[in-house]
């Protein structure tokens, strides 16, 4: 069950010393004046986050802000639900609700923009009014659709095709499109319509038929180890799809890994790697993925936009009790 729509208008402050100097007096001011309690505002978060990447610029845009249930069982499907909660409330989180990220990510490489992933759309796992909002957000962010050059899709989910149409047209008209050649031939099956029109495996397939397969003369096809764009080289994830890709970021010596759905929470995703996934479409390959895919970027100390940890949903990986733990950004990558 979704909750309503948060509201997500994003507020500039800009205080100066001189400003806060005076604020006190200001405030008395205003205390004296004041003759009942201010009408509240409503929850605000920012809309976006961006950073510097060697010569490349990137931006995270937030595509859903649903709060569902979970995480038990879209992780440790294969556990008992007390123990999944039980690490909720050692993590002073939420035993049965959780707010899961749905972020693309824009690259800007100086001579084109690459988008990784388009979202729910209007048809996504989490549609509209409470998810879908890369198409609206994508102006407050600076960019406007007829500018992305090229769109990498990780794999071929909803929640990461759903963005790519709008009204039935291509959200992106001037773009081309990347996605694995596994990725897209299994999809492409046939056989995948046969599954029962409530399983996922069907809502996915009849999505991407209306949102992938009528682009393909657009779309290159790519192997793991293949370059998408100078700096940018595809890493082999399958597990949670047949054909799922992550992507190393390279610029000028400094690096960024996009892993797209190799964590579906950032505690519990985490902590035990070898827990089921309810999502992956092979249990035992998507936890083999996790553990190798986290002890890289925990080695190499990379930086990781993970589409479904919490927005900006950018962070470190660090290993921790036989498993690893998220370290959200603070400012590392502002310097």
């Given at each position: 069950?979704?909750?309503?729509r948060?509201?997500?208008?994003?507020?500039?402050?800009?205080?100066?010393?001189?400003?806060?100097?005076?604020?006190?007096?200001?405030?008395?001011?205003?205390?004296?004046?004041?003759?009942?309690?201010?009408?509240?505002?409503?929850?605000?978060?920012?809309?976006?986050?961006?950073?510097?990447?060697?010569?490349?610029?990137?931006?995270?845009i937030?595509?859903?802000?649903?709060?569902?249930?979970?995480?038990?069982?879209?992780?440790?499907q294969?556990?008992?639900?007390?123990?999944?909660?039980e690490?909720?409330?050692?993590?002073?989180?939420?035993?049965?609700?959780?707010?899961?990220?749905?972020?693309?990510?824009?690259?800007?490489?100086?001579?084109?923009l690459?988008?990784?992933d388009?979202?729910?759309?209007?048809?996504?796992f989490?549609?509209?009014?409470h998810?879908?909002?890369?198409?609206?957000?994508?102006?407050?962010?600076?960019?406007?659709?007829?500018?992305?050059?090229?769109?990498?899709?990780?794999?071929?989910?909803?929640?990461h095709?759903?963005?790519?149409?709008?009204?039935?047209?291509?959200?992106?008209?001037?773009a081309?499109?990347?996605?694995?050649?596994?990725?897209f031939?299994?999809?492409?099956?046939e056989?995948?319509?046969?599954?029962?029109?409530?399983?996922n495996?069907?809502?996915?397939?009849?999505?991407?038929?209306?949102?992938?397969?009528?682009?393909?003369?657009?779309?290159?096809?790519?192997?793991?180890g293949?370059?998408?764009?100078?700096?940018?080289?595809?890493?082999?994830?399958y597990g949670h799809?047949?054909?799922?890709?992550?992507?190393?970021?390279?610029s000028?010596?400094?690096?960024?890994?996009?892993?797209?759905?190799?964590?579906?929470?950032?505690v519990?995703?985490?902590?035990?790697p070898?827990w089921?996934?309810?999502?992956?479409?092979?249990?035992?390959?998507?936890?083999?993925?996790?553990?190798?895919?986290?002890?890289?970027?925990?080695?190499?100390?990379?930086?990781?936009?993970?589409?479904?940890?919490?927005?900006?949903?950018?962070?470190?990986?660090?290993?921790?009790?036989g498993?690893?733990?998220?370290?959200?950004?603070?400012?590392?990558?502002?310097?």
């Amino acid at each position: 069950m979704l909750l309503p729509r948060s509201n997500l208008s994003r507020r500039k402050v800009l205080a100066s010393a001189a400003t806060l100097t005076v604020a006190p007096a200001i405030l008395g001011l205003f205390a004296s004046a004041a003759h009942g309690a201010a009408m509240p505002l409503g929850p605000s978060m920012p809309t976006h986050y961006r950073f510097k990447l060697g010569e490349f610029e990137v931006t995270n845009i937030l595509d859903a802000g649903a709060v569902i249930d979970g995480p038990w069982p879209i992780v440790g499907q294969d556990r008992p639900q007390a123990e999944i909660e039980e690490l909720m409330r050692q993590s002073l989180l939420p035993e049965r609700r959780f707010q899961p990220g749905f972020t693309p990510t824009i690259v800007n490489t100086g001579k084109e923009l690459i988008l990784f992933d388009a979202g729910n759309g209007a048809d996504g796992f989490v549609p509209r009014p409470h998810g879908g909002w890369l198409a609206n957000l994508l102006d407050p962010a600076g960019f406007a659709p007829e500018q992305i050059d090229l769109v990498v899709l990780t794999h071929a989910h909803p929640d990461h095709i759903g963005g790519l149409m709008e009204g039935g047209e291509p959200l992106f008209p001037n773009a081309r499109y990347v996605i694995g050649d596994a990725e897209f031939d299994f999809w492409s099956s046939e056989d995948r319509l046969a599954a029962a029109p409530d399983d996922n495996e069907y809502v996915s397939a009849k999505l991407f038929a209306t949102n992938v397969a009528p682009l393909a003369e657009r779309i290159s096809f790519i192997k793991p180890g293949d370059e998408v764009a100078p700096g940018i080289h595809a890493v082999e994830a399958y597990g949670h799809t047949p054909g799922h890709l992550a992507f190393h970021i390279e610029s000028q010596g400094k690096q960024l890994f996009v892993w797209g759905d190799c964590a579906h929470h950032e505690v519990a995703s985490l902590a035990h790697p070898e827990w089921h996934a309810f999502f992956d479409m092979d249990k035992a390959k998507g936890a083999e993925t996790r553990r190798r895919i986290y002890d890289m970027v925990a080695t190499d100390r990379l930086p990781v936009a993970g589409y479904h940890t919490s927005f900006p949903s950018l962070g470190f990986v660090e290993k921790k009790d036989g498993g690893y733990r998220w370290l959200p950004i603070s400012y590392q990558l502002n310097l």
